[in-house]
């Protein structure tokens, strides 16, 4: 997530970790009740000059609490985004106090797209845990946010030290709650987020809220964000729970970007409602979004992601859209009674006539205690058989689904439905097969200059510094580097023309860290990888009537290179 107006460098006006400064909120008061939890709680840039929107939305459509963001490490020190030192910003300080003073609880929020944390700025571990207990001194909060983003991700000393720094600040302070908030994937977190979830399981601590960024998939314009952000939900919760089975979706948090996203996508209040709907029958333990200095309309000509949402709107459309959820039966508890959820992941595959396809169904506990789940699908076509192994797991267990298509099953896609029954009830979820014809059977287009033996990008089209390379290579001469930035993805496309309503297999050899290959525009499919040698990644899709797609390889921000060589589409 974003700032708008700040330059994330050391401050010599940043405030001593153990210095003391007037708490804006009494002990005692709403915001550090015992147990409290907030869930919805949008974010709130305090540096963009857009926070007269928060007052309205406190005073005029009920809010009840908000992230406030971001502090951010400078050495072991601490500063605002706008560079003014915690508990002593006369811009932000009288914002949050004001907003306290109107009955609205805040989070603070530390870290964000263009800093970092305490504990990733600051390897004293007591000066770390000083400097957080400043925040909660200071504002008086039992409530803490860490956005971790870019780089910061894979840094596992850091995360160690978060963890223990939570551990310690959480025996001196019985009611403080952290939460811990990640990118994401429609497929989940990245393997480096599951490592900061095994960083708190290594600490002995449970990270309260797992709140994913469920916005900027990268994986084209036409994305659908509500279903991605449903889908990266489950997907999480199936990883949060590999590594504690005791991640309910009660420590689950989303946070959609509202309006329209970096990569070019967008979140609209259809979405917004999606997401609540699929909140509310799971109990999820918060909603947020970023962020209320955006949820307005542009003005003339505005094009500003930090200060609109680029869309047609009304101002505080989409606080009006998640703030419900607070009263609502989901309300970030749960219900008292045993329940559970059940997934599939992925969520469809594609088979040859003979072939098999494989899913794994994920079972989940979202209230009261584990039960017995017994499995079934239904919806198969005549000469596809299914199996599912086990067929009875207890809730937050995992069973395989195996897909045997006969050589005579005609091409086509085909909805299957899991459901799991247990004495709670029934959960259903949808496994779309899809059969393609084993001959092959034309198909047209190809991709040129697939290799880069060339020597030129063309027909590719990149951005940023993006260039062929003489090294290293998989095989001839040349590959591609594709090279992100600090803020933005790097990206090479080609658009090709291929045959209506056909299934392709698009692949390639890559390597460097998040490798993406995939298709968007007239069909929408991606893989990842994150290795520092080449590995061949391969992705199925299936055209649509114009028969056009665009090819692409990605990179994300803040991370290094990446390499992408011999391309193959058949």
Request: hydrophobic residues 35%; contains cysteine; aromatic residues 8%.
């Amino acid at each position: 997530m974003h700032l708008a107006r700040f330059a994330a460098s050391a401050c010599t006006l940043a405030l001593a970790a153990t210095g003391a400064a007037t708490a804006l909120a009494p002990a005692g008061s709403a915001a550090s009740a015992a147990g409290s939890v907030y869930s919805v709680a949008p974010y709130v840039d305090m540096s963009n000059g857009q926070e007269g929107l928060l007052d309205t939305a406190v005073t005029g459509h009920g809010l009840k609490a908000y992230t406030a963001a971001f502090v951010l490490g400078t050495g072991c020190n601490q500063i605002w985004g706008d560079t003014l030192p915690i508990g002593n910003d006369s811009y932000t300080d009288p914002e949050i106090a004001k907003a306290k003073s109107e009955g609205a609880s805040v989070i603070i929020s530390s870290g964000g797209a263009s800093g970092e944390p305490l504990a990733w700025t600051c390897s004293t571990q007591s000066s770390i845990d000083a400097g957080y207990q400043a925040v909660i001194d200071d504002y008086g909060v039992t409530q803490l946010d860490f956005d971790v983003e870019g780089a910061a991700v894979a840094d596992t000393a850091a995360a160690a030290r978060q963890m223990q720094a939570m551990k310690d600040l959480k025996a001196a302070n019985p009611n403080l709650r952290f939460s811990m908030t990640l990118p994401v994937l429609t497929s989940g977190l990245t393997g480096d987020g599951v490592n900061i979830l095994k960083a708190a399981k290594n600490a002995g601590i449970r990270i309260d809220v797992v709140n994913i960024m469920a916005m900027d998939y990268y994986a084209g314009t036409g994305t659908e964000m509500g279903q991605g952000a449903v889908d990266a939900a489950k997907a999480t919760l199936a990883q949060m729970q590999s590594v504690d089975s005791g991640y309910t979706y009660a420590n689950l948090g989303i946070t959609p970007m509202i309006g329209k996203n970096d990569d070019g996508s967008t979140f609209t209040l259809a979405d917004a409602q999606t997401v609540e709907n699929f909140a509310a029958q799971n109990g999820v333990g918060r909603l947020a979004f970023w962020a209320v200095t955006r949820d307005q309309p542009c003005g003339g000509s505005a094009n500003s992601l930090p200060t609109c949402s680029e869309i047609s709107q009304n101002s505080l459309a989409f606080t009006d859209a998640f703030v419900p959820y607070e009263g609502s039966s989901g309300g970030g508890g749960g219900t008292t009674g045993s329940d559970f959820s059940l997934s599939l992941s992925p969520g469809s595959a594609s088979a040859a006539q003979g072939g098999a396809a494989t899913a794994t169904v994920n079972t989940a506990v979202t209230s009261g205690s584990a039960e017995s789940v017994s499995l079934s699908a239904t919806g198969a076509p005549s000469g596809v058989s299914v199996s599912l192994s086990p067929a009875s797991v207890t809730s937050g267990g995992t069973s395989t689904l195996t897909a045997s298509v006969n050589s005579s099953v005609p091409a086509g896609s085909y909805p299957i439905t899991v459901t799991g029954t247990a004495a709670s009830g029934s959960h259903s979820a949808t496994y779309t097969l899809t059969v393609t014809s084993s001959g092959g059977g034309g198909g047209g287009g190809s991709l040129t200059n697939a290799g880069f033996e060339t020597g030129g990008l063309g027909p590719w089209t990149c951005t940023g510094g993006s260039s062929v390379v003489s090294s290293p290579v998989h095989s001839g001469s040349r590959s591609l580097q594709v090279t992100p930035s600090a803020s933005s993805t790097g990206e090479c496309d080609q658009t090709v023309t291929l045959s209506p309503d056909h299934t392709y297999t698009l692949s390639g050899w890559t390597q460097g860290p998040y490798a993406y290959i995939g298709v968007s525009g007239g069909a929408t499919a991606s893989t990842w990888s994150n290795s520092s040698t080449w590995n061949r990644q391969s992705v199925t899709f299936t055209t649509g009537s114009s028969g056009t797609a665009t090819v692409y390889v990605h990179g994300w921000y803040g991370q290094s290179d990446v390499y992408a060589d011999d391309f193959s589409l058949g």
